[in-house]
């Protein structure tokens, strides 16, 4: 039997609650595994939960009701061998208002490997914990803000959100629904499950916006890929003109009183453009050259009829995303663990990076908090060169770093327009407007952000 165990200072009806919700076992699934989440246990006391592992193999959990007694416990097991897997979850009051949270797991699996995993859930569970409480300290604006004022619960929004299955969506939406909101998913295709809404970016209806009160729009074509003209119009394609044309079906929706009151839009610290040297930029520092700083200024100014309908908008420029389920990390992650990972360049080129817990933070707040407009940086504080970032990533791993890629190399994948503004882009790019808000970060240096997405904090 192996036991971990951790207080968590929050009351115990709070902390049962969070689990029972939708999107409990997406925000406690490590990222670094290979695995994901393919369907959530519809209910603690006899629901079943899948995990999809490489090679079409699926994990199924399925919870026992002899095992179920809300506040203070729910079980499952392994479905296709109960003997290889059993976990017992205990939660108990503690004196101090805080909860005793225990995993009790029965297993032939070594401790080591499993000691990893529950201290990230845990930590996951606090931290998500403490950001929804958070949130109830956030002064509302006059008027504008789905959200309660002074220190009460915040209001239980209904959020549509476009870009939903993507590693942005997915883990926001998990958050969202943990915390008792309602998540809209709109999807382009026919609805497979509940909760689904089908839209048509090209001919969005103000219909299915009616009944929510926020927007998170996050859909478009990845930017990473060779620069080619045919990309570079994909990926403008499936930005402006779907956003305008959601802010305007935001705008007609909010016209009958039962539409959004907020919308919130992805948007790209390649704004500032791709070569801003050493210097530190703020929301207020002007926009710069290139074909991202222009896609990212038409993306922003696509949101306008939103705001001209009377919404309050919040563009979310966001920085280098850390997950090794997503992204540079996930590309770079298996280079460094196999110790062949090193600088890019000379490595002086600045990287603006974010932890995705973080990036998720930063939606709930435009979501929630009325004094949040416009643009928002979703950095870290601490911006890092690339040379900083190599040696810390693999410190981290436990790894050196000895390589070096030549600066030429990202042309051969990227060409020579996306490598300039893309792989060896140097931005310094400061999160001035949340700290002016007094935002808090749960990983602001990389190295912790590092080592909670890669399994590398102790027990």
């Known amino acids: ?106 297993t032939p699996v070594p401790e080591a490997l499993l000691r990893p995993l529950f201290a990230y859930r845990h930590r996951q569970l606090s931290a998500d914990l403490a950001s929804h409480a958070r949130a109830r300290s956030w002064a509302a604006s006059a008027g504008d803000a789905p959200t309660g004022a002074g220190a009460g619960p915040p209001e239980l929004l209904t959020v549509a959100m476009t870009g939903s299955s993507g590693l942005v969506g997915s883990a926001l939406a998990a958050f969202l629904t943990t915390g008792g909101h309602r998540v809209v998913r709109l999807v382009r295709r026919a609805p497979r499950h509940p909760g689904e809404q089908q839209w048509d970016p090209d ?42 044309r959601l802010a305007m079906a935001a705008a007609r929706a909010a016209s009958t009183g039962d539409g959004p009151r907020v919308f919130v839009s992805a948007s790209a610290i390649g704004y500032y453009g791709y070569d801003r040297g050493g210097e530190a930029v703020g929301e207020t520092a002007a926009r710069g050259s290139g074909f991202l700083a222009q896609l990212v200024a038409d993306w922003e100014e696509a949101t306008a009829p939103a705001q001209q309908g009377g919404l309050r908008v919040c563009q979310v420029r966001t920085g280098i995303v850390q997950s090794p389920a997503g992204g540079m990390l996930r590309l770079l992650y298996p280079v460094f663990l196999a110790g062949l990972g090193g600088k890019l360049g000379d490595g002086s080129q600045w990287a603006s990076w974010v932890a995705l817990d973080d990036l998720v933070d930063i939606y709930y707040r ?6 949040a407009s416009g643009p928002l940086n979703a950095v870290s504080p601490d911006p890092v060169t690339n040379a900083t970032y190599t040696a810390v990533l693999a410190r981290v791993l436990h790894r050196p770093a000895l390589l070096s890629v030549p600066a030429l190399a990202p042309e051969l994948l990227l060409g020579a327009e996306g490598a300039r503004e893309f792989a060896m882009a ?13 935002h808090t970060f749960r990983y602001p240096e990389l190295e912790g952000a590092l080592a909670h997405v890669l399994g590398r904090v102790g027990a």
């Open 203 to 244: 001919a969005p209806s103000p219909d299915v916006l009616l009944g929510t009160d926020a927007v998170v729009h996050l859909a478009g074509a990845s930017i990473a890929g060779r620069f080619t003209e045919a990309h570079k119009a994909k990926v403008a394609s499936t930005r402006t003109g779907p956003t305008e």
């Open 1 to 106: 039997m192996i036991v971990y165990r951790r207080t968590v200072p929050h009351p115990l009806d709070e902390v049962f609650a969070w689990h029972e919700r939708p999107g409990a076992f997406t925000r406690l699934s490590p990222p670094w595994l290979p695995g994901r989440p393919e369907q959530e246990a519809s209910s603690l006391k006899d629901g079943t939960a899948v995990l999809a592992l490489p090679g079409g193999l699926r994990w199924v959990a399925r919870h026992r009701p002899d095992g179920y007694d809300p506040p203070h416990a729910f079980v499952d097991e392994l479905a296709a061998a109960p003997g290889l897997w059993r976990h017992t979850h205990v939660f108990s009051a503690q004196q101090d208002g805080g909860t005793l949270v225990e995993d009790r797991v029965a």
């Open 366 to 371: 435009a979501l929630l908090d009325g004094r």
């Open 426 to 438: 140097s931005q310094r790019v400061l999160p001035a407007a949340l700290e002016t808000l007094g």
